[in-house]
């Protein structure tokens, strides 16, 4: 079964991790990732399954970021599986702009569910 609007499919997928992370909830983040899902953050070890995938999100919270804003660029699929490529835009307490970063995110359809399977981020900022 293809899904003829990929696209919107995981543009809606992105509002929902933008507002489960808005709200605080990492446990909730953890299960918009598949069961077996690696995330490759910059600057550190890959983070496998859903436990440390919460307590990465836990981090980035206490970290001071407030908020995520993804940019939905461009999306292919593949049978049960959709490649992402995109920009994400981090924020801090009141509205100010931590960073601006792009990623790609392989999509898997687990149990009828588009989820995040593999997941790699790094700053557009230059480094200092």
């Not at 995981?10 to 899902?37: C, P, Q, V």
């Not at 699929?77 to 392989?106: M, N, W």
């Amino acid at each position: 079964m293809t899904d003829h609007n990929i696209k919107s499919t995981i543009h809606n997928r992105n509002k929902l991790f933008m507002s489960t992370y808005d709200n605080g909830d990492a446990a909730g983040m953890a299960e918009l990732y598949t069961e077996n899902a690696e995330f490759l953050p910059p600057n550190a070890e890959t983070v496998k399954g859903k436990p440390a995938i919460k307590e990465l999100f836990q981090s980035i919270m206490d970290s001071g970021v407030k908020s995520i804003k993804l940019i939905t660029g461009e999306v292919e699929q593949h049978r049960d599986t959709a490649i992402e490529v995109s920009k994400a835009e981090f924020y801090g307490e009141g509205g100010q702009k931590l960073d601006d970063a792009k990623y790609i995110v392989i999509w898997k359809r687990e149990n009828g569910e588009w989820k995040l399977h593999r997941d790699i981020f790094n700053s557009s900022t230059p480094a200092q």
